[in-house]
């Protein structure tokens, strides 16, 4: 009986495409209803409907991107007219309608294509297909190496390159798309130019004689600590720092003087720089103390000896009293620090002009003296022989020095430095005996046999 009020068409399988609706008909006619209608499929139903949405709205984005590059061409066209002829122009803007372009790109089967590749298809059918003028980068460099070095020098960074660069092609009446004006561009070609200058120079540099210096600006991690107000590295990063520096530029061998501040971590016993430096480098090495640096002592120790503060009635006279200072016994030594023959003859002169003023302010004469007796660095063996080339002392001083000089390498006095004394050298004064040492035949009797 159900057989023969079977509703469902007769030749309903060879009808039916779907293999998954056979299947269900075939178990819908099997006694005992092996299959039976249920409720819609939730899940399956929501996938459907976002990947309905995802085709919607992919459509619309490549509408959009059509429109978008639709405007850029009819942008272009006033650009396109220096370039072109008037048959090309009336082509462009014949075919920058957007109906036309999205004929043109489901022509070539741009609709089901990623936006990537949307963007590239319809940018190159836009510019290549309708239109004679293909838009390039252009390929001039405009920086050479004088220029590259004129900006460096001026401090120009690469975003006002830029700036500068375009504002000159377009005063010069240029065409700017022919040339690089680009931020990356000008970047790497001026960091080339940086390179190629420094493997030029270094390969062309020659050196007889070197004198090092010394610094936290040689170690490139020495950083500057805001609390203590100092830069917080160590003699070991410095003298690590340019014994590389020497070693890249080959010059280890031809090092002869040290040029540094009075710092600890410079001149420290142990573990300053140019002790640690010494020993790497295994000889005896000149050493040539920055004289600008004992000056700033100098008159930090005269400041500190009169508690100047504030400007009140007191502080008033001490201001009167360090201007004098500076007037009388600071200004000359500090604009002649820079003069390495004269270094030892200043010092001297430096020495009892400080000792005469005990007479007028004792107090910050004391307080300087004090200060500078541990800095006497152009007063020890080496130094001090600079004064045979110094104009200032007197000829009759030079002739007893070079004959007291004379005499020593004749008679073999002067004794061999040991290498393991590794102490920077510099003159050593007492304080309690200044008075004794001005009465003597300076600079003659500083040289001894320790030279």
């Known amino acids: 009986m159900n057989n023969l009020f079977d509703i469902a ?10 293999e998954e609706d056979k299947k269900f008909l075939i178990a819908q006619k099997k006694p005992n209803r092996e299959g039976s209608m249920i409720g819609i499929d939730l899940k399956l139903t929501a996938a459907e409907k976002r990947k309905a949405e995802r085709k919607k709205k992919k459509k ?7 429109n978008i590059i639709s405007n850029c061409a009819s942008f272009l066209v006033p650009v396109l007219r220096s370039f072109s002829t008037d048959s090309d122009i009336s082509d462009v803007e014949k075919n920058i309608s957007t109906e036309q372009y999205e004929t043109h790109m489901s022509d070539v089967g741009i609709a089901s294509a990623s936006n990537s590749d949307l963007s590239m298809n319809v940018s190159y059918n836009i510019l290549q297909e309708p239109c004679s003028f293909v838009a390039m980068r252009g390929r001039t460099l405009i920086v050479n190496r004088r220029l590259a070095a004129t900006m460096d020098k001026c401090k120009v960074n690469d975003r006002d390159a830029v700036h500068l660069l375009s504002a000159c092609v377009e005063s010069l009446s240029l065409n700017s798309m022919d040339y690089v ?16 200058t420094a493997i030029n120079i270094q390969a062309e540099f020659e050196c007889r004689f070197c004198c090092c210096p010394l610094g936290y600006e040689a170690s490139p991690k020495c950083d500057w600590n805001t609390e203590t107000r100092s830069f917080a590295c160590s003699g070991k990063e410095i003298s690590n720092a340019v014994f590389n520096a020497l070693e890249k530029w080959c010059l280890v061998d031809k090092v002869q003087a040290f040029v540094f501040d009075t710092t600890s ?17 295994g000889r005896n090495i000149l050493f040539l103390a920055w004289r600008h640096h004992i000056f ?35 200004i000359k030594p500090w604009f002649t620090a820079n003069k390495t023959t004269e270094a030892p003859w200043n010092d001297i002169l430096l020495l009892n002009n400080l000792n005469k ?4 302010d004792a ?13 006497l660095w152009y007063l020890a063996d080496e130094p001090v022989l600079f004064s045979l080339f110094d104009d200032n002392v007197p000829l009759e001083e030079k002739q007893r020095m070079s004959e007291k000089l004379r005499e020593l390498i004749n008679s073999k006095e002067i004794e061999d430095v040991e290498d393991e004394d590794l102490t920077p ?6 304080y309690n005996e200044l008075n004794d040492f001005l009465e003597k035949d300076l600079p003659c009797s500083l040289i001894t046999k320790g030279l």
């Open 181 to 196: 004006t680009n931020r990356s561009s000008i970047r790497r070609v001026r960091q080339q130019y940086r390179e190629d």
């Open 265 to 281: 971590f410079n001149t420290g016993r142990f573990n300053g720089a140019y002790t640690l430096l010494k020993m790497k480098l």
């Open 363 to 375: 107090i910050v004469a004391g307080a300087c003296l004090q200060k500078f007796v541990n800095h």
């Open 60 to 66: 619309q984005k490549s509408r959009e991107t059509i």
């Open 425 to 430: 050298k510099r003159y050593l004064l007492p």
């Open 357 to 360: 003023y005990k007479e007028k």
């Open 296 to 330: 700033e002592l100098v008159l930090q120790a005269a400041m500190s000896s009169v508690e100047l503060y504030s400007l009140s009635g007191v502080e008033e006279k001490a201001l009167c009293r360090i201007c004098g200072f500076i007037v009388v016994n600071y």
């Open 9 to 18: 068409h007769g030749n309903a399988l060879s009808l039916i495409s779907i």
